[in-house]
């Protein structure tokens, strides 16, 4: 009985090829999409998983009293300080030093910017797989080094030929590599490709003051280890070490233990330049999924009801000839499951061809494994539940026809079933409009973000960073080149450019009781010339004034309104950075507000002092050849830093690095949306096709009595447009109301305007209008003395 079920089935489906074909694309391209979110929200929940000791691993985070912030940055004395103090609650603790080196081996150089040192116990501690070498040992001897495998490969041509070489680092330090490992998966939130000993370093000055914070401390607890009751003890441990600093500049520190498993997931910042998450695009992604999916359901739901009365007379024979209603509502539930099971092999031969340019989109590789028994459960779960949800309603309301009705053919499927049919057309199409008001509003603010005027001059500004020895033991011998070049307009050196680095530092204020704790940048003389900005009270830094090295500093317009001052007010009051400074300075000058962090984040304080910390060198061009600036800034880089390579950016390009995740959401949000439209069309080119079919007759005689084929044209369209409009009436409020949520990550922001919500309608009726018309106008066209003969 089950094979013969499939025999009619199967016939049933080829029988009807357009039908079957759009029951099947639509089904398709919903699992395949389905699939493609299930993958990225399996690799965004398991990030971290794969280490073995990850439930007792923590990251140790510093934070600070009246914010609530976290810093992970600590100092190289906490990990044997913590060991020392807590043996029978921490049983080992690693030291991590994000940093970069000059990489070379014979005639090979590169500059490697994704570097970090480490205590021997790194490969103990944390479960990346080695290639080649032993994790207990790997990293024991401090000549060590252990790559990844496509480092290896890039320096070596393989694994097996790297074990054994020496590699330098930084002209000074050869090290042997020891290990291989494997490259690091796209699901963990530590990245690098080059492990180094840490213990090369620690008897520098850097890793005996605790206030010099620089690494991240992992700390793996004991099983029976209480957290909280760790943590209670890390007050009186942080008086110990640091209560004469606290007390000398007025902060006080404290520690905390963010478990392993909550650290992707924590909010990104300068602050923490380890890869980060975000939730909200997985539910995101989540919601995409069920509405596509939802689409595609209603599609199939559709299209089998309205082939009901196709199917009446074969329904109505089999209930003569003995067929029960269950074995009925089993074989059409059985045609259904086999469509959704056709649908989802293609589904899977359909991901295989997009994976590539999916992970490209992503710009990461995800983390696949066929083997894993959740991707099969959840296509067993597809193939179940879609086919049984999509396929019921048709089952049951098939099973339920008259023999007798059926077998004279006069079963009509009544204004119950019409009106069904358009409530499933009205929510196709609300989420269709929903997916294109989103697509719409991320596209303008992005836009936006992208065209503000950000108060500072970016354009053909180089950024370059002073990452080597060379460059920065020779950065005022550097910035006197630059400047004697005619293609060079002016140069500054600084901590961070605009979008980078600005770290948060306590300031004492004349006339103030509470620590003034704002952004900080240290820069030269020509930092205000170079970026543009515009002084509007007192002046620039000049030197012009001798002291002005020592006891001037710049602020902007916020910080002069959080003191309480005017920009005029302000001038000549002193300020003390309570880390840097034992001599008071005195604010010489106010600048425009300009937007040097990311518009996600308010205006903050800004205070500019000529203080020494030179992390980039910021070069604005003249106008003219660029590609000749570039190549004279290249040649004056090589002879002061001749083995290092060139590196730099370009500040207006700072955009496309501060948004990335962003202008990757606006991408796969627009594909998204298109393919839930053109879901939507398929089953809307369906109902269009019954409806011509079915009033063949009617439009006959129509064409008989005079109607043109444009008043034709409007009859068959206006029933089915009517859905779509009410759906776009549904969408808008729920549009406003999910964007608006999504432009709280901004500062800045569009207003969504009411241009959004009647572009989205008038492409949806403009996509739909279309989609109709190809059926509605064939109808229309076709001889009136054989549409009177069909019947």
Known sequence: MIRNYIKIAWRNIYKRKVFSLIHILGLTIGITVCLMIFLFIMNEFSVDSFHKNEANIYRV?????????????????????????????????????????????????????????????????????????????????????VLTEKTAKKYFGSANAAMGKVVQIDKNLRLKVTGVAKNIPSNSHLDFDMVVPITNY???????????????????????????????????????????????????????????????????????NVKHGDKTVVYIFISIAVLIMLIACINFTNLATIRAVERSKEVGLRKVMGALRDHLVLQFIGESILLTLISCVLSIGLLLLLMPSYNHILGYNLTVSWNTPPIYLFLLGVILVVGFLAGSYPAFFLSTFSPVEALKGKLKLGKGGSFF????????????????????????????????????????????????????????????????????????????????????????VEGQ???????????????????????IAGRDF???????????????????????????????????????????????????????????????ALVISPSDDRRVVVIKLKPGNLTASVDAVRNIYRNVAPVYPFEYTFLDKKFDTTYKNDIRQQTIITIFSSL?????????????????SKRTKEIGVRKVLGSSVQNILLLLS??????????????????????????????????????????????????????????????????????????
Not at 542 to 548: E, I, L, M, N, V
Not at 564 to 580: C, D, E, H, Y
Not at 581 to 600: H, P, Q, T
């Open 61 to 145: 985070m510093r934070k600070f009293d009246k914010t609530k912030q976290d810093v992970p940055y600590l100092s190289g004395p906490y990990a044997p300080a913590l060991l020392n103090d807590f043996p029978s609650d921490i049983k080992m603790a690693v030291r991590v030093r994000p940093t970069n080196y000059l990489v070379s081996f014979d005639d090979k150089a590169f500059s490697e910017r994704n570097v970090y040192d480490v205590d021997p116990g790194f490969f103990t501690l944390f479960s990346f797989p080695l290639l080649k070498g032993n994790a207990a040992d790997v990293l024991k001897n401090p000549n060590s080094i």
């Open 421 to 508: 049919r358009q409530v499933l057309v009205v929510v196709q199409f609300s989420i269709s409009v929903l997916l294109i008001i989103g697509t719409i509003v991320i596209m303008n603010q992005m836009n936006y973000v992208k065209s503000k005027q950000l108060g500072y001059d970016n354009a053909q500004t180089l950024v370059i960073p002073i990452d080597n020895n060379d460059i920065y033991n020779h950065r005022i011998a550097f910035k006197n080149q630059l400047l004697q070049n005619s293609n060079v307009a002016s140069v500054s050196l600084m901590s961070g450019e605009p979008g980078g680095f600005f770290d948060i530092q306590g300031f004492e």
């Open 202 to 272: 620690t008897n520098g000055d850097g890793f005996k003051n605790w206030i010099n914070n620089s690494l991240f401390v992992y700390a793996l607890l004991n099983e029976h280890t209480d957290k909280a009751r760790l943590e209670s003890k890390f007050d009186g441990f942080m008086q110990k070490y640091m209560g004469d600093a606290m007390k000398k500049y007025g902060f006080k520190f404290g520690l905390s233990l963010t478990p392993m498993k909550d650290i992707y997931f924590k909010p990104a910042s300068a602050f923490d």
């Open 676 to 692: 839930a439209i053109f879901i939507a069309c398929l089953g809307l080119f369906g109902l269009a096709s019954f409806t011509a």
């Open 542 to 604: 000049s030197g012009q004034y001798a002291t002005d090295t020592a006891q001037a500093v710049l602020i902007n317009r916020t910080a002069a309104a959080k003191l309480g001052f005017t920009p005029n007010g302000s001038l000549g009051k002193w300020i003390k950075n309570s880390f840097r400074d034992s001599v008071r300075r005195r604010i010489v000058g106010v600048v425009e507000d300009f937007n040097f962090l990311s518009l996600k984040e308010k205006m903050d």
């Open 513 to 535: 009781r509470e620590m003034f704790k704002p952004r900080s940048e240290f820069a030269d003389f020509d930092y205000v010339k170079t970026l543009g900005l515009k002084v």
């Open 718 to 791: 206006k029933d089915l447009l009517k859905p779509v409009l009410i759906a776009t009436l549904i969408a808008m409020p729920l549009g406003y109301y999910c964007m608006n949520k999504w432009l709280q990550n901004f500062a800045y922001k569009v207003d969504i305007g009411a241009w959004v919500f009647v572009l989205a309608g008038l492409l949806t009726a403009l996509i739909a209008f279309a989609t109709i018309s190809f059926q509605s106008v064939k109808a229309a066209l076709a001889n009136p003395v054989k549409s009177l003969r069909s019947e």
